[in-house]
């Protein structure tokens, strides 16, 4: 049995989304940097593609897609092994229900072993919706990280409020801050000019008539400051997933603009490190790309036009200083981020970030040198949640006590990323062939009928 003391631990982390294997990945080498990285991820809807992967930039020894049951099965053979297989640390980096899923499937799969993995799990960026509901189907994993203070206090109440153990509670911030530190724009020969970003986001807004809205004016905006230069930072091709579903891509809508785009305004892709080296006002209805600016000190503006509401998630950011509307940003407005309100949030903008990884490394290095970790007792149980849990790992192929279902492995699986772009590249060309027949077509043989 290998020793759990190594000082190059395995870290296998599973991901089910760009965002999500980002975190992931960043994470384990926050906690550790000298490892053994294998990902793997989950092959479903939001499964990346290969070119999310590369804007991500997060690395790994190795790479695959994988089902659910097929993980645990891993998982199972690795704590059996006699080999160097084992690994010391599973970070799930999943949605809540998947994460619920393979700590049941874990569970059971460790049952009996004299050692396992040390279980990490937590958020890829801002919680503003379904704290109790994220926070429950995380609980059973050894460390559940909170990436502020904020959301310390936050999650432990959640777990002291159903009688819930909180002690996995610990700490930290994003893994992906980071960056030089903005220097202020200077009129130099040779500078790039004042670059104004729109961080867009999949699913916030959701309405056509908002999302519309919002690309309008910041068309707008670089029509009336020819002098700078407004990005539209696209988090996908169309075709592609991320960890939420966009109905409505601006690329789709910036194509129907009456007008098109001005010179000084375009749709860029890209990893959010590399655009944020030339932003200068970074703008956002709730992006977690604007911690990743305030971290900068670049200037942020949080977007007031649409109001400040739950569903949106700007709410987050009441008392941060940076909401704003664009007609004050077409003014001249640039946002002072509120300093306390930013210590609370895990920003780290004071230079503390190099510190703020250190309790958890501390927690996951403790749990990985114990001589034995207790079993995985998630909160959510055939007992506790009887209407709940069985309904969400039967959605990943388990039975109500965390037992892979009899032929789930054989049953049709949503296609992953490589091929659900190939599938999805065929459909919309399919769709275009139908509605050129309907809206061309068609009329045209009733018209030579009539003749």
């Given amino acids: 049995m290998p020793s759990r003391t190594s000082s190059s631990p395995r870290v296998a982390v599973l991901a089910d989304s760009d965002t999500r294997w980002k975190w992931g990945a960043l994470t384990a080498y926050r906690i550790q940097s000298d490892i053994r990285l294998d990902g793997y991820l989950l092959r479903g809807r939001a499964t990346?593609?290969?070119?999310?992967?590369?804007e991500v930039g997060a690395r790994a020894d190795s790479l695959r897609e994988i089902r659910g049951v097929a993980f645990l099965e891993q998982m199972k053979d690795s704590v059996r092994s006699i080999d160097r297989t084992q690994y010391d640390v599973v970070v799930l980096a999943c949605v809540g229900g998947a994460v619920q899923a393979m700590l049941h499937g874990l569970a059971r799969a460790w049952r009996g072993a004299d050692t396992r993995p040390v279980v990490v799990t937590g958020y890829v960026g801002v919680v503003y919706e379904k704290l109790a509901d994220g926070l429950l189907l995380r609980h059973g994993?050894?460390?559940v990280l909170a990436n502020s203070r904020h959301d310390a206090d936050r999650f432990r109440d959640v777990y002291r409020g159903v009688g819930a153990d909180d002690s996995s509670v610990v700490e930290c911030a994003l893994p992906f801050l980071g960056g030089e530190r903005y220097k202020g724009h200077c009129d130099t020969e040779g500078r790039d000019?004042?670059?104004v970003v729109f961080a867009a986001q999949p699913s916030v807004p959701e309405s056509r008539a908002d999302r519309t809205y919002l690309l309008r004016r910041a068309v707008e905006h670089a029509r009336k400051h020819p002098d700078r230069e407004v990005l539209i930072k696209l988090r996908s091709k169309p075709g592609e997933h991320t960890t939420h579903i966009e109905?409505?891509?601006?690329?789709k809508l910036a194509a129907k603009a009456p007008a098109g785009l001005p010179s000084n305004c375009r749709l860029v892709y890209g990893n959010m490190g590399e655009v944020l080296d030339r932003t200068d006002l970074m703008v956002t209805v709730s992006s977690t790309a604007a911690l990743e600016s305030l971290h900068r000190g670049i200037p942020t503006a949080v977007l007031t036009d649409l109001g400040i509401r739950e569903v949106l998630g700007n709410h987050h950011f009441l008392g941060s200083g940076c909401l704003a509307s664009w007609d004050e940003l077409d003014a001249?407005?640039?946002p002072e981020p509120d300093p306390e309100w930013l210590a609370r949030q895990g920003v780290a903008a004071d230079g503390s970030y190099d510190t703020a990884f250190d309790a958890a490394r501390a927690r996951v290095t403790e749990l990985r040198t114990a001589d034995r970790l207790p079993p995985l007792t998630p909160y959510?149980?055939?007992?506790?949640?009887?209407?709940?849990l069985p309904g969400i790992l039967a959605r990943h192929g388990l039975d109500p006590h965390g037992e892979p279902v009899a032929g789930h492995a054989d049953a049709p699986e949503e296609p992953g990323g490589l091929r659900r772009v190939a599938r999805d590249t065929v459909r919309e060309a399919a769709r275009g062939a139908y509605r050129h027949g309907v809206q061309r077509v068609a009329p045209a043989i009733r018209r030579w009928g009539q003749l």
């Fill in 48 to 54: 990346p593609t290969v070119r999310q992967l590369e």
């Fill in 141 to 143: 994993a050894d460390v």
């Fill in 193 to 195: 000019p004042y670059t």
């Fill in 247 to 251: 109905e409505l891509p601006y690329q």
């Fill in 332 to 334: 001249g407005h640039r």
């Fill in 380 to 388: 959510y149980t055939p007992r506790t949640a009887p209407g709940y």
